[in-house]
């Protein structure tokens, strides 16, 4: 559609219509690139950013504000639909319910961009219907630098569009798993627009990787029991029903992510786990309604588009019809974790609680490759069927940690203490030196992962073991109490054995690390002593030599194994900087 904004004003002469939604009387073109090339093509970074600048200018319903910027050296950016006019969060937050839709995190799956841009316009020129209740929020594009690396060859398995951006940014990061390690400046600015807006629901849009099936449109919500209580109910009982019936009302079917690679679906599939390092799995820690659009890889992009375009329209419906709903059931998630006493943690798939699915597919069979010779799988699109699958979308958390009454991190511990700051974590800092009873965490064990991953090599199946011990900290050094709006945040982050904690993500391996030692030809006279004088050490350093072979074999491990026993090794080796506080 295109639009000439003089056009409109002399139209609204002659039927009375209202002149102050609009700003100028400039000549615009909002026709979309997408709707230009009949489909097949995406705008660049700048001609996003140009398109959302002229909706800011044309209409008083629209506003684009800059925010921090990224690893590319652009600045973030962020557009407002407003019914109001009113772009304050702070003014207008507990009247309306508060989307945030995320484009382009990975800018080779532009159906979002294009969708939302349309969008946009649609609602700002009342071509649609414009909700009264709900306040829509994007990022027109969050990797920029993925996004300025064009090219037509990197999504392999994709059908469109001609162009499009890479899924590593600037600094070959993968966004959506940088939430909690926030290692790149997009994740940073990420936060402050996040904690700015703080939306009721947040919206990624994706393009799938893996089976073939029948569908253009999968959903994947936050995990509903990782969410939890009331909230977590009411995304998967009201919420995704809900979305379901309005996009089959507009003609549109759409069924959970299809989380397998090289199998089909036929055969049962689990939802996928969105722990915190995924965008779902972040916002769900300020207890956001969270989803991912995933429109189909195979699928033309002309009809992925628009499939997202309309799956955003039902989010907006179901925010407007659900205000109170929505406001009500997350005021009592927050309330719910600042007086609960455990966090669930570790969740695992329930194999004894399957959902039945009414599956849309297509028959796959494995035969020879022309190309390996080996099994290849195949799937057969003039063989479409419709038949019951299993889904296993619930999960049951393996362990509770309890909620301590505070955390406190040491000042040098800057690195964390930044990140933590960024997410709006309220923290005091010590105004003297003071010694305090608290609970130290020691790391008994962990597993490394052998490969690079996100520019870490992150730690998994940690445990740890805790004593109570009086431990002095310096002025300066920081007093974070867990009752506050980050209390979930907080634990996910900061106790060791959480699946994306700081911990795993390596930002404490220092303490891994022995920093002193002895020499054997010097510690053996301080080892005499020691067992000369301590009858009860000696009797077990006896009984492990006369059980341990290798052991009573091997000098230096009996020296080693005393010396940690004589209390003259460094306590910051293993132990967890980070202590608890308890209530």
Not at 131 to 149: C, F, Q, R, S, V
Not at 189 to 198: A, G, L, P, T
Request: net charge negative.
């Amino acid at each position: 559609m295109k639009k000439i904004l003089i056009a409109s004003l002399i139209a609204c002469v002659f039927i009375s219509c209202d002149l102050s939604k609009y700003k100028l009387t400039k000549e615009y073109d909002f026709e979309t690139v997408f709707e230009k090339s009949g489909g097949t093509q995406t705008p660049t970074y700048p001609e996003v950013i140009d398109y959302y600048e002229e909706l800011d200018q044309a209409y008083t319903s629209i506003k684009l504000k800059e925010f921090g910027l990224t690893d590319s050296g652009e600045p973030l950016h962020l557009a407002i639909f407003s019914p109001t006019e009113n772009f304050n969060f702070d003014e207008i937050r507990d009247k309306y319910t508060i989307i945030l839709i995320n484009n382009g995190i990975h800018p080779g799956e532009s159906d979002g961009i294009d969708a939302t841009m349309m969008l946009f316009r649609d609602l700002a020129q009342d071509s649609i219907s414009v909700p009264k209740n709900t306040i829509i929020a994007t990022i027109p594009i969050y990797n920029i630098g993925g996004a300025l690396n064009r090219n037509s060859t990197s999504r392999v398995n994709q059908n469109g569009p001609e162009e499009y951006g890479f899924r590593g940014n600037a600094r070959n990061y993968d966004l959506n798993r940088d939430f909690i390690k926030a290692d790149t400046k997009n994740t940073r600015s990420f936060s402050e627009i996040f904690h700015n807006v703080k939306p009721d629901i947040f919206v990624d849009t994706h393009v799938s990787n893996g089976a073939d099936y029948q569908y253009t449109l999968t959903h994947l919500f936050t995990q509903h029991n990782k969410l939890g209580g009331e909230l977590g109910d009411y995304l998967n009982d009201k919420m995704m029903p809900s979305l379901k019936a309005s996009l089959w009302e507009n003609a549109w079917d759409i069924t959970p992510y299809v989380n397998i690679h090289n199998e089909v679906p036929e055969k049962g599939f689990a939802q996928f786990m969105d722990s915190p390092r995924y965008s779902t799995g972040y916002t769900t820690l300020w207890n956001t309604l969270g989803l991912m659009i995933e429109t189909h890889m195979l699928k033309p992009y002309k009809k992925r588009v628009l499939g997202t375009y309309s799956t955003l329209r039902s989010i907006i419906d179901i925010a407007e019809r659900d205000r109170e709903k929505i406001k009500d059931l997350r005021a009592r998630a927050q309330r719910k974790y600042l007086t609960e006493r455990f966090y669930p943690v570790n969740f695992k798939v329930d194999s004894t609680n399957i959902t039945k699915l009414q599956f849309k597919g297509f028959e796959g069979e494995e035969i020879t490759s022309d190309v390996t010779g080996e099994k290849r799988l195949k799937y057969d699109r003039k063989k479409p069927f419709k038949r019951e699958v299993d889904y296993y979308n619930n999960y049951i958390a393996q362990d509770q940690i309890e909620i301590p009454r505070a955390y406190i991190i040491p000042q040098g511990w800057w690195n964390v203490i930044e990140i933590l700051k960024t997410n709006k974590v309220e923290m005091t800092a010590f105004k003297k030196d003071t010694t305090m009873l608290v609970e130290v965490y020691n790391i008994e064990d962990y597993k490394t992962s052998p490969n690079p991953y996100e520019g870490h090599y992150p730690h998994f199946d940690t445990q740890v073991t805790s004593i109570k011990d009086s431990i002095k900290f310096r002025k300066g050094d920081f007093y974070i109490k867990s009752f506050q709006p980050a209390v979930r945040y907080l634990v996910e982050t900061l106790e060791p054995t959480t699946p994306d904690s700081f911990f795993n993500w390596n930002f404490f391996d220092t303490v891994l690390q022995q920093k002193e030692g002895f020499s054997p030809y010097v510690f053996e006279d301080s080892a005499k002593d020691l067992l000369d004088n301590n009858a009860e050490l000696n009797k077990e350093f006896q009984e492990k030599k006369n059980s341990d072979a290798e052991f009573s074999s091997n000098s230096f491990n009996q020296l080693n194994w005393l010396y940690k026993k004589s209390g003259l090794m460094e306590k910051a080796y293993l132990r967890y900087p980070v202590f608890r506080v308890s209530r």
